[in-house]
């Protein structure tokens, strides 16, 4: 009679198979390869091991693959996979002065040492659809080869907002509050006030569009920062770890991270000058939009930490940090999908009594 | 490769369990813990099946519900997850089940001692609607700062002429703690009162697990000329006649025919086949 509440289990087998089938597509066009989507939609990848927390691009593929190309269905895929991880050891801090760079750009000296290097950027393209991909090609397109000048090519590259730091016009960078341990927020629950760590922790799984509206807001006055894009650089590092029974580092990968360094304006407060500040971010691959929005965001909420008074959301470390986390997020806003018909039967109990107390319905 | 008894490795289970032991030693307080990225969605039952993964066993018996009923599409997909991930036997009889993960409703068929009721919770903090920030909800539960709740209620009152909140019906456990019974209809409340059972609660998004032990006196705040009332129906369930039970409404036809029956479907199908079991604890 009433089948709406009988039969989950059919029909919860049924869409699983509804869902392989429509994940499939047409049987006609060829399947896609987790090396397709690695090289070819390698921002996708690129995006989900950063919010998945994870750097395995075939796995971060495979999801993508998986998800049918929605994002946030393959972070949650690829972060249920990593919460069954071992944990082996915490890696040293990344030298990013060390980074191989592709990409490294600073919007405050015209040049600097190591000089400005475009790399593969969308930045100037004109947003002309191009015909020409919509057909395979035979020839594939040639790189240009990399010029690097001898005194350029060391394995260091200083960082911009160092040469700042020797002129003393920036903030010293902090020691870091943590006293070596690394705080984990996929261990440990967020308590407030969190550890800078802990904070671009979650700012760097947290979901790209969130951070983007965050930090725009930020620039358009809700906790403005007045940033300047110090440096962003793009390139590999290497990962290394130092085994206590070894006693001396090991280097264990190289990966491809973005940088971005801003620099914010500091009018100086009664026990600091005036000077400028950093915001920082850092994400896997060329997220770069993601780590600008990531480091506008961290600096709007070191504002206690540099006595401003918070007046905006975008500062209110509660609100961004509790906010920010697109599968909770998603889990959380789709779950109204789930069944409520007890407490919506309650609620309708509740409204006919009171309607009816005020007569403006029969008592059934 | 193959997953550990019931998904969780070890560590993680000792970690919930350590979490459990406090809340138990402290009914009604939130204990923060470090809740794991599980294989279903946030707002599915995360924190109810992290719960339910620590503390059974391979001799339990596992019974899983939504909405009062046993078939609906969550609690066929959990109960399915247990019983792929540990092999234990499931059941829909209230009282065969050693553990009964619930989400909105407490069984008609009364609990008995050495069952653990394990609810999912959306949102743990009792106080959230009323302050925002953790930081201060967490202030106020330290310092038994309840008068804002008392205040809600008797904003309703004036307005209403009663307290006009359904669902998640504030309680205070064991006279200390304010608590927020998951959001089980205010129907059920009576029920969590020095209950047999053991009754955790989970929210995983949210990190918190807390507890009411077994025989704990929780009350649902009221006043002395409003005292707490329930949800009430002005007919029987429309399949098995029983009465004093939750009922839902079920529109059958498109002429506004409506038909009411039980939420429990257990309790509901076992009275229309052998007729009325054991009436329900009020």
Same mark, same amino acid.
């Given at each position: 009679?009433?089948?709406?509440?009988?039969?989950?289990?059919?029909?919860?087998?049924?869409?699983?198979?509804?869902?392989?089938?429509?994940?499939?597509?047409?049987?006609?066009?060829?399947?896609?390869?987790?090396?397709?989507?690695?090289?070819?939609?390698?921002?996708?990848?690129?995006?989900?091991?950063?919010?998945?927390?994870?750097?395995?691009?075939?796995?971060?593929?495979?999801?993508?693959?998986?998800?049918?190309?929605?994002?946030?269905?393959?972070?949650?895929?690829?972060?249920?996979?990593?919460?069954?991880?071992?944990?082996?050891?915490?890696?040293?801090?990344?030298?990013?002065?060390?980074?191989?760079?592709?990409?490294?750009?600073?919007?405050?000296?015209?040049?600097?040492?190591?000089?400005?290097?475009?790399?593969?950027?969308?930045?100037?393209?004109?947003?002309?659809?191009?015909?020409?991909?919509?057909?395979?090609?035979?020839?594939?397109?040639?790189?240009?080869?990399?010029?690097?000048?001898?005194?350029?090519?060391?394995?260091s590259l200083p960082r911009v907002v160092e040469l700042l730091d020797r002129e003393g016009l920036i903030e010293g960078e902090s020691p870091g509050d943590g006293g070596g341990h690394v705080g984990d927020l996929t261990r440990e629950p967020l308590t407030l006030p969190a550890k800078r760590g802990v904070r671009l922790q979650n700012l760097a799984r947290g979901d790209e569009g969130f951070l983007l509206a965050m930090g725009y807001a930020t620039q358009r006055g809700y906790g403005r920062n007045h940033p300047f894009a110090g440096e962003i650089r793009l390139g590999e590092v290497a990962v290394e770890l130092a085994p206590e029974e070894l006693g001396f580092a090991v280097e264990i990968a190289t990966i491809t991270v973005t940088e971005c360094q801003m620099v914010n304006q500091f009018k100086g407060s009664a026990t600091a000058p005036p000077q400028f500040t950093r915001g920082y971010g850092l994400v896997f691959g060329g997220a770069e939009r993601k780590a600008m929005a990531m480091a506008l965001v961290d600096r709007a909420l070191r504002c206690r930490e540099l006595g401003e008074e918070p007046t905006s959301p975008t500062q209110d470390e509660e609100f961004v940090l509790s906010h920010s986390d697109n599968v909770e997020a998603s889990g959380f806003v789709q779950h109204l999908k789930l069944p409520h018909y007890v407490d919506f039967q309650s609620e309708l109990v509740l409204v006919r009594d009171l309607r009816a107390g005020q007569g403006t319905e029969p008592s059934r | 490769m193959s997953y550990n008894f019931a998904y969780l490795d070890e560590q993680t289970k000792r970690m919930i369990r350590r979490a459990i032991l406090k809340a138990v030693a402290i009914p009604g307080y939130q204990v923060p813990f470090g809740s794991r990225e599980m294989p279903l969605s946030y707002g599915w039952g995360t924190g109810g099946v992290q719960v339910t993964a620590s503390v059974i066993g391979p001799a339990d018996v596992l019974k899983v519900i939504d909405q009062g009923a046993d078939d609906t599409t969550n609690a066929v997909s959990i109960r399915a997850f247990f019983a792929r991930t540990t092999g234990v036997a499931t059941t829909t009889r209230t009282e065969e089940a050693t553990l009964i993960q619930t989400r909105h409703r407490i069984p008609e068929t009364p609990l008995r001692p050495g069952q653990i009721v394990v609810f999912q919770?959306?949102?743990?903090? @009792?106080?959230?609607? &009323?302050?925002?920030?953790?930081? *201060?909800? #967490?202030?106020?539960?330290?310092?038994?700062?309840?008068? =804002?709740?008392?205040?809600?209620?008797?904003?309703?009152?004036?307005?209403?002429?009663?307290?006009?909140?359904?669902?998640?019906?504030?309680?205070?456990?064991?006279?200390?703690?304010?608590?927020?019974?998951?959001?089980?209809?205010?129907?059920?409340?009576?029920?969590?009162?020095?209950? @047999?059972?053991?009754? &955790?609660?989970?929210?995983?998004? *949210?990190? #918190?697990?807390?507890?009411?032990?077994?025989?704990?006196? =929780?009350?649902?705040?009221?006043?002395?000329?409003?005292?707490?009332?329930?949800?009430?129906?002005?007919?029987?369930?429309?399949?098995?006649?029983?009465?004093?039970?939750?009922?839902?409404?079920?529109?059958?036809?498109?002429?506004?025919?409506?038909?009411?029956?039980?939420?429990?479907?257990?309790?509901?199908?076992?009275?229309?086949?052998?007729?009325?079991?054991?009436?329900?604890?009020?």
């Open positions: 009679m009433y089948v709406a509440v009988k039969g989950g289990e059919r029909a919860i087998e049924n869409a699983h198979r509804l869902l392989a089938a429509e994940r499939r597509g047409d049987p006609a066009v060829p399947e896609l390869s987790l090396a397709q989507i690695d090289q070819q939609l390698a921002l996708a990848v690129d995006r989900v091991m950063t919010e998945g927390s994870l750097h395995d691009r075939e796995l971060a593929a495979l999801a993508v693959k998986q998800a049918r190309g929605d994002l946030i269905e393959a972070i949650f895929l690829l972060r249920a996979y990593r919460t069954t991880l071992p944990r082996l050891g915490t890696s040293l801090p990344l030298d990013t002065d060390r980074m191989i760079v592709e990409r490294r750009i600073s919007a405050i000296f015209k040049d600097l040492p190591g000089g400005q290097i475009l790399g593969p950027t969308f930045d100037y393209t004109h947003r002309l659809l191009d015909f020409e991909l919509a057909e395979a090609r035979s020839d594939a397109p040639s790189a240009p080869a990399m010029r690097r000048e001898a005194p350029e090519a060391p394995d | 919770v959306p949102i743990p903090e @009792p106080l959230r609607w &009323l302050e925002p920030r953790e930081v *201060e909800t #967490r202030k106020m539960h330290a310092l038994e700062e309840y008068g =804002v709740m008392y205040v809600r209620l008797y904003e309703d009152i004036t307005r209403h002429g009663r307290v006009a909140q359904t669902y998640e019906y504030p309680v205070l456990v064991n006279g200390r703690y304010l608590m927020r019974p998951s959001p089980i209809p205010k129907f059920d409340n009576p029920k969590l009162d020095r209950c @047999p059972a053991l009754l &955790l609660f989970g929210a995983g998004r *949210e990190k #918190r697990i807390y507890a009411v032990p077994p025989w704990t006196a =929780v009350k649902s705040l009221d006043f002395d000329d409003h005292p707490f009332e329930v949800e009430h129906w002005d007919r029987p369930c429309g399949l098995c006649g029983a009465r004093g039970v939750f009922l839902d409404e079920l529109i059958v036809d498109d002429k506004g025919g409506r038909l009411f029956i039980c939420s429990d479907t257990d309790y509901c199908s076992r009275r229309q086949a052998s007729g009325p079991g054991p009436e329900p604890r009020r």
